[in-house]
């Protein structure tokens, strides 16, 4: 069932990018007050910076989970995915306060811990044959480097 | 140069599922009820103010308080439509205080009416397709529910306090008691800690029952000047403070449809309601000790267990203990919605907030049958909408 003619992309374009074979999440950096938003935004939101500028950048790719939930039951339809079944939304701390939620994969649901490591990846959510294979980011359980 | 505000009337239609009844209909039900309750009538309402949403009514605009005097008494008088999500009554409120306070008008009417579509609510037409839309977002790259986001605020709770799985039920089986008497509430029957955790998991750590569901229904409130309290004969219940805030910077909520959040250090969480709450009570002149009933928005049993805590009612961590020994009980230190709740009525959005001002009016006049607080004599109500707007009346008689 698979589209061959048509390559994989980003559920939704900007989300991410996969820089010599790493994925990146895409965000906004302020040029005043260095605070990174996710996803990309329109100006800085921080009411004490008097600059408001940003540009685009790319958010830390690892970090810890500071919690999640399983999802139990299916989404509404805009929501689209293979072979539903639960799964697991965390919310992922990249240090300096940012903290940005998505699907967790690669670990059984029972398994899962507040302040485990977590790296970013890329995996398909679906495919289409008229508009191909869909990927989306999760977080993957990462092996701690260095300091907890 | 501000007047004082008074509550001279409250009505509300019963929460539940009115399939027959048309949004304007529950409208004119809930301010007849309110009319009759402050001894007045139409010709008396020299402005309305309706607490509008998306869902039905008003050529697409929701409620709309045009609408509903071009369907009942066409007298020239302004009317103004606010919105603010889940916490339009709030802001329809402030709006309705403060053209009293100002002089500007004696008597004016507050209104809100909600038939909630079935299942999950749908997004607005017009919203783009694309990363600016964190609605779209949310959905699309990871299916994110609402529930989802309130229930990582529960796992976080349970990872920081400990709090167990049978105090969120508890909480929910707290509601059900209080609405057991309150005859305007739409799940009444009494519940067991035992069957709310063995109803269906919705997202960990949360069941069914221990999410609101949507309902239908309509709360009006008349305020106006002394003069007019006075006319009524009624016991006296006073706006002593009322606040309408939005969200600070770097408050660590998880904000229903981001998908990020930019944490700072010291920032309160769920600031929007906390500003409020700080604000209406810096206006009133009392702390969060001196609030004898709170109605506020419990969404789920998070919100039940976190929110006091969040507005200094006490220490964050203690409200499982307060809960545990049933501080929080009708009667109790501090009396958590006694109207059973959000959990108990569903939620009627843009109604909500008109209905907690509503119970606040009864307990403290002495006529919540059923479910009544013992003596008290100050009432607040906090309330959190969509697009960080946050809401807080306190009354006082
Ligand atoms: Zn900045």
Redesign the pocket.
């Known amino acids: 069932m698979m589209a061959q003619q048509h390559a994989s992309t980003p559920i939704v374009e900007g989300l991410f990018e996969i820089v010599a074979g790493t994925p990146k999440l895409i965000g906004s950096q ?6 990174i938003y996710f996803p990309q935004a329109l ?4 009411p ?7 540009e685009q950048t790319f958010l830390p790719h690892c970090g810890t989970l500071y919690s999640y939930t399983v999802q139990r039951y299916q989404p509404p339809p805009l929501f689209r995915m293979d072979h539903w079944s639960p799964y697991a939304l965390g919310l992922v701390d990249l240090g300096d306060g940012l903290q940005v939620m998505g699907m967790l994969t690669g670990i059984k649901l029972d398994e899962i811990a507040i302040g485990m490591a977590l790296k970013l990846v890329v995996e398909p959510l679906y495919s289409d044959a008229e508009i191909g294979e869909k990927l989306t980011y999760k977080f993957a359980p990462a092996e701690r480097a260095g300091a907890a | 140069m501000t007047r004082s505000v008074y509550v001279l009337g409250a009505g509300a239609h019963p929460w539940g599922k009115w399939p027959d009844k048309p949004q304007l209909q529950l409208a004119h039900e809930a301010m007849n009820l309110a009319l009759e309750d402050a001894s007045l009538a139409w010709p008396e309402i020299q402005g309305l103010v309706a607490a509008s949403s998306r869902f039905e009514g008003g050529m697409g605009w929701g409620l709309h308080a045009n609408e509903v005097v071009q369907s009942v008494a066409e007298q020239g008088i302004p009317c103004i439509n606010v919105g603010g999500a889940c916490a339009a009554g709030a802001v329809a409120f402030q709006t309705a205080y403060a053209l009293i306070a100002s002089g500007q008008h004696d008597v004016v009417a507050v209104l809100g009416a909600e038939r909630m579509p079935k299942g999950f609510i749908p997004r607005p037409p017009g919203s783009p397709d694309d990363i600016s839309d964190s609605d779209y977002l949310r959905w699309v790259a990871m299916g994110a529910t609402n529930p989802a986001y309130w229930a990582i605020e529960a796992n976080r709770r349970k990872f920081d306090f400990g709090t167990s799985d049978e105090t969120l039920a508890r909480a929910a089986v707290m509601m059900r008691k209080n609405a057991s008497g309150n005859r305007l509430a739409r799940f009444r029957a009494a519940t067991s800690i035992e069957e709310v955790l063995a109803s269906p998991m919705v997202a960990d750590p949360l069941h069914l029952l221990e999410i609101c569901p949507v309902s239908d229904g309509a709360a009006a409130v008349i305020l106006g000047t002394q003069e007019y309290t006075r006319k009524t004969g009624r016991k006296q219940v006073e706006v002593a403070g009322c606040a309408i805030a939005t969200g600070d910077f770097g408050d660590p909520a998880r904000r229903i449809p981001t998908v990020s959040t930019n944490v700072l250090p010291n920032v309160s969480h769920t600031s929007e309601v906390v500003n409020a709450v700080n604000r209406a009570c810096e206006m009133a002149g009392i702390g969060p000790e001196d609030v004898d009933v709170l109605e506020m928005a419990d969404n789920t049993v998070w919100h039940l267990l976190s929110w006091p805590e969040l507005f200094g009612f006490y220490e964050p961590g203690q409200g499982d203990w307060m809960l545990d020994n049933g501080k929080l009980e009708i009667g109790g230190q501090l009396s958590v919605n006694p109207s059973g709740g959000f959990l108990s009525f569903g939620e009627a959005t843009t109604a909500q907030a008109v209905l907690q001002i509503c119970e606040l009016t009864w307990q403290l006049r002495g006529e919540a049958e059923g479910h009544q607080v013992p003596n008290a004599t100050i009432g607040m109500s906090a309330v959190l909408g969509l697009g960080a707007n946050g809401g807080s009346v306190i009354l006082k008689t």
């Open positions: 302020c040029h005043g007050c260095n605070t100006s800085c939101r921080n004490k910076c008097r600059d408001k500028s940003v």
